[in-house]
Structures are given as structure tokens and as C-alpha cells.
């Protein structure tokens, strides 16, 4: 932010506090970025369609319309009047794929707060005690890593059971390592420096020094890790689907969508490319949205 934008936000008629002031300067970066802005933009709108849902739908996702079974996506004035058409069950796609957005968003939601609440209070600990401790846990995280994710995810669903509650745990699992190892990294670069030595001089306790002291100061490459792991927890929570693995039918799941329409491929494509279309755009606004914010809190980024 150059020095006139700034003094031009302190010259109101009252100085802004410094958590406005913080915000102001993130959203001037973050809006520089116009397709991170639209990347926002569409995921409010799916989070507000995952809210209302039950308002926005036209039919219910579960009602069968036996009389329009395979039907091609209309609007005109007969009966089998659907949107994006219906599926091998006559059942309506577009409030079967209405639905499924939320149940993949509360996934990916879920998956990032286990990674970002465990791998945080891991990473703490790993970089603050060091020695062993630190080599323990850094080493499980190693070998969680030597496992391709989607195979181990498949294994572990294999071990709980399928449904989408166990899908999101094994990829939470599979997701650890990275947010520990950024966690510890950024721990020991900010343990360093001159405000925590004078912490610990004033005699701050431990569990101080390691969450209130350090922690907030490691938190921007942590919430741009778990915004860019959010897409790709929505991809491997629908690939767990598709394969069976994650939420069951008749529940709508964008992933599960695909998997029982897919001997339509080509007889009704539309039963599968617009559950397709609706995870490529979440997952892209998503990754844009994440790109912004990098750029919007990596202070290399900033120009003066």
C-alpha cells in the first residue's frame, strides 16, 4: 500500500484502530488481484446456495419422477420440466447437485479445521520442545507423507468403513503432516526474534509463550495452506465417492453424483458433467481465492 492511501485512511475524522487499519491494508492487496475478487465472490454465493438450499431447490432430491427418468435438462412447458434434466432414478440434478454443496463444503470445511486445530497444537509443540520430541513427531509425519494421500485415504476408509464422517477423518489424516511442518517452521523462525526473548525474560509461562506469544505471528501461512487444502479436500472427499468410499446413495454428494450416473456417460451426459462442472468451479474459485491471499499476506508480495 503506498504511504498516500495510507495517510489517507488515518486523515478521517477518526484514527482507525490497528485490527481496521491490518484489515484495510489486506483487502487493498487481496482486491488488487481481480480474479481472486471474483474467486470470493463465487464462493459466498455457494455458501449462501449450501444455506438456503431448502428455499432455492426447486424439488426435493430424493423424490423420484418415474415418469421423466433420464429426462434432458428443459424448461420449457411439459411435466418433465428440470432445469439441468434428472437422473437414471428421475430424480431432479439440479436439486440433487444444490444439496450436494453442502455436504461437500462441510467436508472440506471439516477436514481443514481437524488439520489446522491438531497440526497446530503438534507443530507448537514439536518446534518449541525440540530433541526428541521434535524428531518423534516430525518423523510420524514423515511417514504418513512416504504413502501416496488418496491410497492411504482409500486404506483407512477400508479400515473404518465407508461413509463420508470416515472419508473426512483419513483425509484429515493425510493432510497433517503439511500443517505441521509449516506450523514448526514458522514456530522456529518467529522463536528467534527479539519479542519473544523478552517474554521469556518477563517471565511469561510456557503455554503463553508458545500460543499467545508466537502462534498468532505464524498464522498467515496457515490460513492460506488451509484455504488452498480446502479445495483439495473437496476434490478427494468427491474422489472417495466416486469410488464408494465416502458418502453413501442416496445421499447427494457431488462425487457420489457422478459415481451412479456413470454407466450414463453416454446416453444422459448431463447426469455426470454438471456434478463435474459444479467441483471444477468450486475447487477454481477456491484456488483463485487462495492465490490472493498469498499474495495478500506474504509481505514480499506487498509493494510500497
Request: glycine letters at 8%; a neutral charge.
Amino acid at each position: 500500500m503506498n504511504q498516500s492511501t495510507i495517510n489517507s485512511i488515518e486523515s478521517g475524522p477518526r484514527k482507525p484502530s490497528v485490527l481496521r487499519r491490518n484489515l484495510l491494508e489486506f483487502w487493498y492487496y487481496f482486491s488488487e488481484s481481480k480474479t481472486a475478487v471474483v474467486g470470493l465472490a463465487f464462493l459466498v454465493g455457494i455458501i449462501l446456495m449450501a444455506i438456503f438450499a431448502d428455499f432455492i431447490a426447486p424439488h426435493d432430491p430424493t423424490i423420484q419422477y418415474r415418469e421423466c427418468l433420464e429426462q434432458a435438462p428443459s424448461w420449457g412447458g411439459d411435466k418433465c420440466n428440470f432445469f439441468f434434466g434428472t437422473d437414471y432414478a428421475g430424480r431432479d440434478m439440479l436439486s440433487r447437485i444444490i444439496y450436494g454443496t453442502r455436504l461437500s463444503l462441510v467436508a472440506g470445511g471439516m477436514v481443514v479445521i481437524l488439520c489446522l486445530s491438531i497440526g497446530i497444537v503438534f507443530g507448537v509443540i514439536a518446534g518449541y520442545f525440540r530433541g526428541w520430541v521434535d524428531t518423534l513427531i516430525m518423523r510420524i509425519m514423515d511417514t504418513i507423507l512416504s504413502v501416496p494421500g488418496l491410497l492411504m485415504a482409500l486404506v483407512l476408509v477400508a479400515i473404518l468403513g465407508p461413509g463420508l464422517l470416515n472419508a473426512m477423518i483419513a483425509i484429515s489424516i493425510t493432510y497433517l503432516p503439511y500443517f505441521v511442518r509449516l506450523t514448526r517452521a514458522s514456530y522456529i523462525t518467529e522463536n528467534t526474534k527479539e519479542y519473544v526473548v523478552a517474554s521469556k525474560v518477563s517471565g511469561a509461562g510456557k503455554f503463553r509463550i508458545m500460543f499467545i506469544t508466537i502462534l498468532p505471528n505464524c498464522m498467515s501461512p496457515l490460513i492460506v495452506q488451509a484455504t488452498l487444502s480446502f479445495s483439495t479436500a473437496i476434490l478427494d472427499t468427491a474422489a472417495l465417492g466416486f469410488l464408494g468410499m465416502g458418502a453413501q446413495p442416496p445421499t447427494p454428494e457431488w462425487g457420489t453424483l457422478i459415481a451412479e450416473n456413470r454407466d450414463l456417460m453416454l446416453s444422459a451426459p448431463w447426469t455426470v458433467t454438471f456434478p463435474g462442472l459444479a467441483i471444477l468451479l468450486a475447487v477454481l474459485a477456491i484456488n483463485l481465492m487462495g492465490d490472493g491471499l498469498r499474495d495478500a499476506l506474504d509481505p514480499k508480495m506487498k509493494r510500497s
